[in-house]
């Protein structure tokens, strides 16, 4: 089974900085995908960044990029010029490309709770 | 293009008493899912549509829940009775095919906040 950590519950950053929000997992498959979704307090889930295991460049989208390290199992969300909108919970997800019945399921961690300060 | 629909947004039962959630997925999207959000975690799967079929309900508690899609569209989530436990954030998502090549993005709904007092 995978699953999904996130180790910091909280985080906060000045408007304009720079934030880095840490995840790690587990899992003994080699094809899966990543991803960061974001969720305001409006509780709409919104994909912000997903990343294919097979592809060992860094995902990216606008502000947002990642740190993927296969090998170490970590998968960390880089947030650039931080804005009062990017207030949310992050949360790191995990979905197996393997097929099966499990093939669609996504995995959540824990959560981080992101506040940017004006 | 209108995303995905779920009611009631806020719903507040005494336990022991029946309750329901509906969710509208998006137009032709064949894949629906529900999904259990605790407060302060992550959403955790109860089950998975492919159409009409569950292929995926091994973490859905049978005793007590019940989930159907009959004409492979809208879909239904049912707690009967519901515990105090059961307080929680009901998520439904969608997304195209998930056994076609590559993954599919899950579109998820704003969810129904169930209050069990």
């Known amino acids: 089974a995978q699953t999904v950590t996130q180790s910091q519950p909280e985080m906060s950053v000045q408007e304009a900085e720079t934030v880095t929000l840490s995840c790690t997992y587990d899992t003994s498959e080699n094809n899966y995908y990543l991803f960061w979704y974001k969720q305001p307090p409006s509780r709409q889930m919104i994909l912000v960044i997903r990343?294919?295991?097979?592809?060992?460049q860094n995902a990216t989208e606008n502000r947002f990029s990642v740190n993927f390290q296969k090998a170490a199992k970590s998968f960390s969300l880089k947030i650039s010029d931080s804005q009062l909108g990017d207030t949310a919970m992050y949360f790191c997800a995990f979905a197996t490309n393997a097929g099966g019945t499990s093939y669609g399921k996504l995995t959540f961690g824990q959560g981080t709770i992101l506040t940017v300060h004006p | 293009e209108a995303g995905v629909v779920q009611s009631p947004r806020y719903k507040i039962i005494e336990k022991k008493q029946p309750v329901a959630f509906w969710c509208n997925p998006i137009?032709?999207?064949?894949?629906l899912y529900w999904y259990l959000q605790n407060l302060g975690q992550g959403p955790e799967l109860l089950i998975r549509?492919?159409?009409?079929?569950?292929?995926?309900d091994s973490q859905l508690p049978k005793d007590r829940f019940s989930a159907e899609r009959l004409k492979g569209v809208d879909s239904t989530l049912k707690i009967q009775p519901a515990e105090l436990g059961d307080s929680a954030v009901y998520l439904c998502a969608s997304s195209l095919d998930a056994v076609a090549s590559g993954y599919n993005e899950q579109f998820f709904g704003p969810g129904t906040r169930l209050t069990v007092l």
């Open positions: 549509y492919e159409n009409e079929e569950a292929v995926d």
């Open positions: 990343q294919e295991a097979y592809k060992q």
């Open positions: 137009s032709g999207h064949n894949t």
